[in-house]
């Protein structure tokens, strides 16, 4: 059975620093890898998707990273700003069953 | 293009009463899922449709639960009668052929 878990569950930075979320899967066989953002008391936004052919996708001052074999991903955010302020999650697609299986979130904030 | 739209944004319903909610897709878009977040715990998948069939319904909590999809278009989640620990959000995502998801904003139901 999949299971999702990111790490941390909570970050607190500095404006203006580089940092990374963390996200890591049990089972390699997915399709691929999905980074959302949501706001408090908003909906779902897509960020980055990363299919499991690839190792990277990139958006302005976010790239994520998939190295399917360890079971990992990656999003890293360049020069943080307090609008980047918001819950992070990570999902996976498995083929198989065609759905999206979900981590728990980071929730990130950047102080001024 | 219009998103993924869902009605109502919030609903305040008595325990025992009966809430149906509503998901449009975007457009085109032949898979549509069903997603919930109760208070503290991850996103968890509900059920897929392709077109009006439904294609995986492993993740409905129970028999209180009824998902359509009239004529492949928007679809319903009717929940009857509604019990305390239905309260969550309820997202509905829609996909192409290259399976990433789009979500809408999602329903907030509280059952007091």
């Known amino acids: 059975k999949q299971e999702v878990t990111q790490i941390p569950a909570a970050l607190s930075v500095p404006e203006g620093e580089n940092l990374v979320l963390n996200c890591s899967f049990t089972d390699s066989a997915i399709y691929n890898l999905q980074w959302f953002r949501q706001d408090p008391g908003k909906g779902l936004t897509s960020l980055l998707l990363?299919?499991?052919s690839q190792r990277e996708q990139t958006s302005g001052r976010l790239n994520a990273s998939l190295d399917k074999s360890s079971g990992r991903s990656t999003l890293y955010i360049a020069a943080s700003q307090p609008g980047d302020s918001a819950t992070y999650l990570c999902?996976?697609?498995?083929?198989?069953?065609?759905?999206?299986?979900w981590g728990a979130g980071t929730k990130l904030i950047i102080k001024p | 293009e219009a998103g993924v739209t869902q009605f109502p944004s919030h609903s305040v319903i008595e325990k025992g009463q009966t809430v149906t909610l509503r998901c449009d897709p975007i457009?085109?878009?032949?898979?549509l899922y069903w997603y919930r977040r109760v208070m503290g715990k991850e996103i968890k998948f509900l059920l897929h449709f392709v077109k009006e069939s439904k294609q995986d319904e492993s993740g409905m909590p129970n028999n209180r639960f009824l998902a359509e999809r009239t004529g492949g278009t928007y679809s319903t989640l009717k929940v009857q009668p509604a019990e305390l620990e239905d309260s969550g959000v309820y997202f509905c995502?829609?996909?192409?052929?290259?399976?990433?998801?789009?979500f809408g904003p999602g329903t907030r139901l509280t059952v007091t």
């Open positions: 990363i299919q499991s």
């Open positions: 457009s085109g878009h032949d898979n």
């Open positions: 995502a829609s996909s192409q052929a290259n399976y990433e998801q789009y």
């Open positions: 999902a996976v697609f498995e083929y198989s069953n065609y759905q999206l299986i």
